[in-house]
């Protein structure tokens, strides 16, 4: 989280870095959904600490409507979930008691939501390329992940993401060519009308009412 970070809204929504924070900038505006300020928390590993740099910001206590998504990368959803309810338990904060809920106490309302669809495991990327799927390009992107993938080297295959892999080459098909999936957002390459991304809608809508 930036050191000069101030709360300036009563709806917050926490997530875990700056390419997220043009995505979700990008979603809500796409919803008409309007004041949702959105903190770069700078990596799953860090909302334990961050949450603790935040809650003790001015203007934290006045939040209406708190927001978190995170990945569940390799791991299941409800294991990502119940680390962020542990995180706002030990902050004496209300959470939801399960996956795809609202939680409402007094007047602050939490959601938690764990990409890419709230249940399984992977990233914002697999959400993005579900919604490219049936283009004609996915096949032009299959040949290439096919093609470099077996001429990786042995000491980077550790650190090879397939999905952000495959979410580059997207980006180098459209133009002008952007280096990330936020800015892609907000260039409307992502079409935020597929059914792929009704759920994280859903969640957004039903988190931040107006």
Same mark, same amino acid.
């Given at each position: 989280m930036?050191?000069?970070?101030?709360?300036?809204?009563?709806?917050?929504?926490?997530?875990?870095?700056?390419?997220?924070?043009?995505?979700?900038?990008?979603?809500?505006?796409? +919803?008409?959904?309007?004041?949702?300020?959105?903190?770069?928390? $700078?990596?799953?590993?860090?909302? /334990?600490?961050e949450l603790t740099a935040l809650s003790i910001l001015e203007g934290f206590r006045s939040i209406e409507q708190l927001g978190f998504v995170r990945d569940a990368e390799t791991g299941i959803a409800e294991s990502a979930f119940q680390s962020i309810c542990g995180i706002l338990g030990k902050h004496n904060l209300p959470f939801p008691s399960k996956l795809n809920e609202i939680k409402v106490q007094g007047s602050m309302r939490v959601g938690i939501y764990i990409m890419p669809d709230n249940s399984g495991s992977g990233m914002l990327e697999n959400l993005c390329l579900q919604s490219i799927k049936d283009? /004609?390009?996915?096949?032009?992107?299959?040949?290439?992940?096919?093609?470099?993938?077996?001429?990786? /080297?042995?000491?980077?295959?550790?650190?090879?993401s397939d999905p952000k892999a495959r979410?580059?080459?997207? +980006?180098?098909?459209?133009? /002008?060519?952007?280096?990330? +999936? $936020?800015?892609?957002?907000k260039r409307e390459f992502w079409n935020f009308k597929h059914p792929g991304f009704d759920d994280i809608k859903n969640f957004m809508q039903s988190l931040f009412k107006l």
């Open positions: 930036d050191k000069n970070f101030k709360i300036s809204s009563k709806s917050l929504l926490a997530v875990e870095g700056k390419d997220e924070c043009n995505f979700f900038e990008a979603l809500l505006n796409h +919803l008409m959904i309007k004041g949702v300020q959105c903190v770069n928390i $700078g990596g799953k590993d860090k909302f /334990p600490f283009e /004609p390009i996915t096949g032009c992107i299959d040949n290439y992940i096919d093609c470099f993938s077996s001429h990786i /080297p042995n000491i980077e295959k550790s650190k090879y979410v580059q080459a997207y +980006l180098a098909s459209r133009a /002008p060519i952007v280096n990330s +999936l $936020g800015l892609a957002a």
